[in-house]
């Protein structure tokens, strides 16, 4: 009964742990602080490995996201619509890259800042 018991209770565990364990597995590829009057901006990327999903996340203050291309090293590029305003601690939907795993060089970035004040920090963040 016991080991019953206690195998219930790691099977608990494991589900509740999985969510937790997928965050975790977020990389930051890089950032852009961006500037005053900027509309656009990239971030080279270096050593990315091989991802299957990527996001943005902002920091510090509002963005609004219009969309992003993600290029990839062997050639090839990806479109992305976000069409969304990011407020601080935020992320942009998770999107599946084609041809998955792929190996990112560069991402530009099409964007309004919303607010004065405290420039906003732009990641780009892959799994």
């Given at each position: 009964?016991?080991a019953?018991?206690f195998?219930?209770?790691?099977?608990?565990?494991?589900l509740?742990?999985?969510p937790a364990?997928?965050?975790?597995r977020?990389?930051t590829?890089g950032?852009t602080?961006v500037?005053?009057?900027?509309?656009?901006d990239s971030i080279?990327?270096?050593?990315?490995g091989r991802?299957?999903?990527v996001?943005?996340?902002?920091?510090?203050?509002?963005?609004?996201?219009n969309s992003y291309r993600?290029g990839f090293l062997?050639?090839g590029?990806q479109?992305?619509p976000v069409?969304?305003?990011?407020r601080p601690?935020?992320?942009?939907?998770?999107?599946?890259?084609?041809?998955a795993?792929?190996?990112?060089?560069?991402v530009?970035?099409?964007?309004?800042?919303?607010?004065h004040?405290?420039?906003?920090?732009?990641r780009?963040?892959?799994?």
């Open positions: 009964m016991r019953y018991v195998l219930l209770a790691g099977a608990a565990l494991a509740t742990s999985s364990e997928a965050q975790r977020w990389v590829l950032s602080t500037g005053l009057g900027l509309d656009h080279r990327v270096r050593n990315s991802h299957r999903q996001r943005l996340c902002v920091s510090r203050n509002t963005v609004f996201i993600v062997r050639g590029e479109w992305v069409r969304m305003r990011l601690g935020t992320c942009s939907a998770i999107t599946n890259l084609r041809r795993p792929q190996s990112i060089r560069t530009w970035l099409d964007f309004v800042r919303l607010r004040g405290t420039r906003p920090v732009i780009f963040e892959a799994r």
